[in-house]
T-cell receptor, first 114, second 113 residues
Framework: EAGVTQSPTHLIKTRGQQATLRCSPISGHTSVYWYQQALGLGLQFLLWYDEGEERNRGNFPPRFSGRQFPNYSSELNVNALELEDSALYLC?????????????FGQGTRLTVV | DQQVKQNSPSLSVQEGRISILNCDYTNSMFDYFLWYKKYPAEGPTFLISISSIKDKNEDGRFTVFLNKSAKHLSLHIVPSQPGDSAVYFCAASEGNQGGKLIFGQGTELSVKP
């Protein structure tokens, strides 16, 4: 069974541009979460999608947005890129929105803003 | 406001000995706690979890202890092996937040042969 897959693995963008990151959850999982791990820091919660709807968002500006498609895959969009957006972006999935369960992570997308 | 804290950025242990990684939290609404292990250039891998109704959970060489009154949890690895060398993150969640996790900053464990 395939795990959580993210694309691209690496992405280099110029300040002010837009970046689009993609995530495919484990088959059967309906919830997708996005996290940012900046250099030397822990994982910061960004966004949570379930059944196509945004359920929660972390303390990030509105230029961080995303969506979830009918097949439960998800996109994270970062507009007006700033240098400090350079980080590892991780996607995770869980079987459903309810209850406690461990989240399964992808390998991440390394975004570099120059 | 760091709700989950791992105050030791790094820990070095001899192979075969016990590794103890610590984590503190401030939000009393957290009711589920997890430990993840992360290698460079890879996503975190789930290790072990514990519900707030328990004070201990064991899985092979890994044991997690929860002290709710102190808002403290720890991960014990016995015996430590060189392959355990990685960054360990503790994470916490609230009951109505699904799989949304609040992570600590991580502790880099180095197990020396």
């Amino acid at each position: 069974e395939a795990g959580v897959t993210q694309s691209p693995t690496h992405l280099i963008k110029t300040r002010g541009q837009q970046a689009t990151l993609r995530c495919s959850p484990i088959s059967g999982h309906t919830s997708v979460y996005w996290y940012q791990q900046a250099l030397g820091l822990g994982l910061q919660f960004l966004l949570w999608y379930d059944e196509g709807e945004e359920r929660n968002r972390g303390n990030f500006p509105p230029r961080f947005s995303g969506r979830q498609f009918p097949n439960y895959s998800s996109e994270l969009n970062v507009n007006a890129l700033e240098l400090e957006d350079s980080a590892l972006y991780l996607c995770a999935s869980t079987p459903s929105a309810g209850g406690h369960t461990e989240a399964f992570f992808g390998q991440g997308t390394r975004l570099t803003v120059v | 406001d760091q709700q989950v804290k791992q105050n030791s950025p790094s820990l070095s242990v001899q192979e075969g000995r016990i590794s103890i990684l610590n984590c503190d939290y401030t939000n009393s609404m957290f009711d589920y706690f997890l430990w993840y292990k992360k290698y460079p250039a890879e996503g975190p891998t789930f290790l072990i979890s514990i519900s707030s109704i328990k004070d201990k959970n064991e899985d092979g060489r890994f044991t997690v202890f929860l002290n709710k009154s102190a808002k403290h949890l720890s991960l014990h690895i016995v015996p430590s092996q060189p392959g355990d060398s990685a960054v360990y993150f503790c994470a916490a969640s609230e009951g109505n937040q699904g799989g949304k996790l609040i992570f600590g900053q991580g502790t880099e464990l180095s197990v020396k042969p």
